[in-house]
């Protein structure tokens, strides 16, 4: 148990909808970090909040957004959902936000878009 | 562009040694990261390697760094069923330490 929890684990929903996953980080980590796992395009870094402030942004989508919230919980919120949206995502959470910094990864969210 | 490779799938015999390879594209990386997927779970840091050492031996794992080629191997010694997941290695975007840059992950399968 990495102490970072995931919710839901699984959705199913269709195109068009939208849909909010959430993300509480290990206790005393500032850093949150979405990531996306596909068949097609692997394991892909989709954004990264420290301490309610993004930080860096990835290979996400205008379709995509996410926050962090004061009690240092995230949501990623994805919206007009296409087939392709389905995958798996995680969430990393970790102390720090420079150098060394074990990330710690969440059990994911597998999303299914039919 | 950042690019990690590794080739996607490795069968070994329980008892043998496992050698998973990995090719990086940024020379600047300070770190480099083998993380571990068992099937329905999460990413595990397994181990990483500091990019002034060529080797860190952890336990039954070896991490070998060569620089000059930008490669980088995992390997596990005496390989057990359990160590059966997907390895992934991941170096850290150029210019920031925290976003990570992923290879498509090897699967090992050990058989008995």
């Known amino acids: 148990d990495s102490g970072v929890t995931q919710t839901p684990k699984h959705l199913i929903t269709a195109t068009g909808q939208r849909v909010t996953l959430r993300c509480s980080p290990r206790s005393g980590d500032l850093s949150v970090y979405w990531y996306q796992q596909s068949l097609d395009q692997g394991l892909q870094f989709l954004i990264h909040y420290y301490n309610g402030e993004e930080r860096a942004k990835g290979n996400i989508l205008e379709r995509f957004s996410a926050q962090q919230f004061p009690d240092l919980h995230s949501e990623l919120n994805l919206s007009s959902l296409e087939l392709g949206d389905s995958a798996l995502y995680f969430c990393?959470?970790?102390?720090?936000?420079?150098?060394?910094?074990?990330?710690?990864f969440g059990p994911g969210t597998r999303l299914t878009v039919l | 562009g950042e690019d990690v490779e590794q080739s996607l799938f490795l069968s070994v015999r329980e008892g043998d040694s496992s050698v998973i390879n990995c090719t990086y594209t940024d020379s600047s990386s300070t770190y480099l990261y083998w993380y571990k997927q068992e099937p329905g779970a999460g990413l595990q840091l397994l181990t990483y390697i500091f990019s002034n050492m060529d080797m860190k031996q952890d336990q039954r794992l070896t991490v070998l760094l060569n620089k000059k080629d930008k490669h980088l191997s995992l390997r596990i010694a005496d390989t057990q069923t359990g160590d059966s997941a997907i390895y992934f290695c991941a170096e850290p975007i150029s210019g920031g330490y925290n976003k990570l840059i992923f290879g498509a992950g090897t699967r090992l399968a050990v058989h008995p």
């Open positions: 990393a959470s970790s102390m720090s936000g420079t150098l060394y910094n074990e990330q710690f």
